[in-house]
């Protein structure tokens, strides 16, 4: 069964750090693209970070040097570090891993920052 479980939201004030942490089932893990976005209220859903196959990386601008995407291939996880907390960061978290043009997706982690 394809699992992405997240973890690691929470509240936070403005300035403060939070790192996400993302558990994949091994049979999708890595795939072609493994990521986050992230979706606040009355908003698309967008794209915070990724890593491509390859090792490549993509942020979003607003979360460029504030926020680093890594990955532990050993334990199947996928984290993002958060730092220098804004409160246009508040938003539901979710993790995503594409494998052969599939999307798979986590059910999110809310994540608060207070002013």
């Known amino acids: 069964q394809v699992q992405l479980v997240e973890s690691g939201g929470g509240l936070v004030q403005a300035g403060g750090s939070l790192r996400l942490s993302c558990a994949v089932s091994?049979?999708?893990?890595?795939?072609?693209?493994m990521g986050w976005y992230r979706q606040a209220p009355g908003k698309q859903r967008e794209l915070v970070a990724r890593m491509i196959i390859g090792g490549s990386t993509n942020y979003t601008d607003s979360v460029k040097g504030r926020f680093t995407i890594s990955r532990d291939n050993a334990k199947n996880m996928v984290y993002l570090q958060m730092n220098n907390l804004k409160p246009e960061d508040t938003a539901v978290y979710y993790c995503?891993?594409?494998?052969?043009?599939?999307?798979?997706w986590g059910k999110g982690t809310l994540v608060t920052v207070s002013s």
């Open positions: 995503n891993v594409v494998r052969y043009g599939a999307y798979y």
């Open positions: 091994g049979s999708i893990f890595g795939g072609n693209a």
